[in-house]
């Protein structure tokens, strides 16, 4: 879903990376000794899945995993898929330098709202990790990042000029059978996490805990 270089104009680009800018600044705070290897490993799955893709005009389409990223990251899912992109820019021409503060704040910024309030919901849920209820918010984290992605990156291609609306279009179409695949992963993802290393999610790790000791005394 990444768009290229030289298709967005100069005042999209500079508000788009203002804002990435401090979703970054804000995501560094959040991390801490024990999440930088969570999110290089996240780094490393984003990676991977978003390079098999295919070209949409000026964008593309392709799994990503960012809601998952959202989940068990939060804010610090900004520079972790700053630096996939980076990475992917510098070694394969995937999307762009210059547009790579629109491209971190179309996939970053949903992935974190969304993940940060499914994740609330979990701290605040008493679910059991084989239940439904889990594959029902990992689906929903999943598509409706990609979803909400998809419609930024058509919105700033539209702002950019009415020859792009076509293609804007065109890109929400392509990306309603991934946005379904990318749920499913997310939901199937996130229940085995939860079943086999809780600790990735470490509120809900610690909350369970505390609920054992509860009942324990």
Same mark, same amino acid.
Request: charged share 10%.
């Given at each position: 879903?990444h ?7 100069? *005042? ?16 560094l705070?959040?991390l ?15 990676f991977i899945?978003s390079?098999?893709?295919? *070209? ?9 995993l ?11 899912a900004? *520079? ?40 609330r919901?979990l ?15 990992g ?7 990609f ?25 929400l ?9 990318e749920g ?9 996490l ?5 600790e ?8 369970r805990l505390?609920t ?6």
């Open positions: 879903m768009i290229v270089d030289g298709v967005l104009g100069a *005042p999209v680009l500079i508000g788009a990376s203002m804002l990435a800018v401090a979703g970054v600044a804000r995501g705070s959040a801490d000794t024990e999440s930088i290897p969570r999110a290089g490993l996240l780094t490393a799955v984003f899945a390079l098999i893709h295919v *070209p949409v005009g000026p964008s593309s389409a392709h799994l990503m960012t809601g998952l990223m959202g989940l068990l990251l939060g804010w610090a900004f *520079p972790a898929i700053l630096v996939g992109l980076l990475l992917q820019a510098v070694f394969f021409g995937f999307g762009g330098l210059t547009v790579i503060g629109v491209n971190t704040l179309n996939l970053a910024l949903p992935a974190v709202v969304i993940g940060l309030l499914a994740h919901f701290v605040r849920s008493d679910v059991s990790p084989r239940s439904a209820t889990v594959l029902v918010i689906f929903l984290v999943g598509a409706l990042s979803g909400v992605s998809a419609v930024s990156v058509a919105g700033v291609l539209a702002l950019s000029g009415s020859e792009f609306l076509v293609a804007a279009k065109l890109i179409i392509v990306q309603i059978p991934v946005m379904l695949v499913a992963m997310t939901a199937a993802t996130l229940r085995l939860l079943t086999v290393r809780p990735l999610l470490p509120v809900v790790a610690s909350d505390l054992v000791e509860r009942t324990t005394v």
